[in-house]
């Protein structure tokens, strides 16, 4: 069982910058890619970001591209995002997940949830 620990989250304004972390229990380079996800209410969870382990390819919904970034440190066994220029529509619950097989970061084949995290951007 691997565990996911989210930490970074809290109250911005627009325009303002955070960064979520992501604790892993294992060894971050054993996963297959690991993502970013998150869920505002009365909406579906989104995929905001991924990260794939083995060739450090990465993904971005277009609504974040330039303005977020997804990395990782295998040596912390850490995930992070970096969320700058944040806006009001950014404000959700984040979500930590890791896909230990291979195929795409989506989150239906995602093996592995953290307990989330709140980000709130207000205008």
């Known amino acids: 069982q691997v565990q996911l620990v989210e930490s970074g989250g809290g109250s911005v304004q627009a325009g303002g910058s955070l960064r979520l972390s992501c604790a892993a229990s294992?060894?971050?380079?054993?996963?297959?890619?690991m993502g970013w996800f998150r869920q505002a209410p009365g909406k579906e969870r989104e995929r905001v970001a991924a990260i794939y382990t083995g060739g450090g390819s990465t993904y971005y919904a277009d609504s974040v591209k330039g303005r977020f970034t997804i990395s990782q440190d295998n040596a912390k066994n850490t995930l992070y995002l970096q969320m700058n220029s944040l806006k009001p529509e950014d404000t959700a619950m984040y979500y930590c997940?890791?896909?230990?097989?291979?195929?795409?970061?989506?989150?239906?084949?995602?093996?592995?949830w953290g307990q989330g995290t709140q980000v709130t951007v207000s205008s």
């Open positions: 294992t060894y971050t380079y054993s996963t297959y890619c």
């Open positions: 997940a890791a896909r230990m097989k291979s195929g795409y970061c989506h989150a239906d084949g995602i093996n592995y």
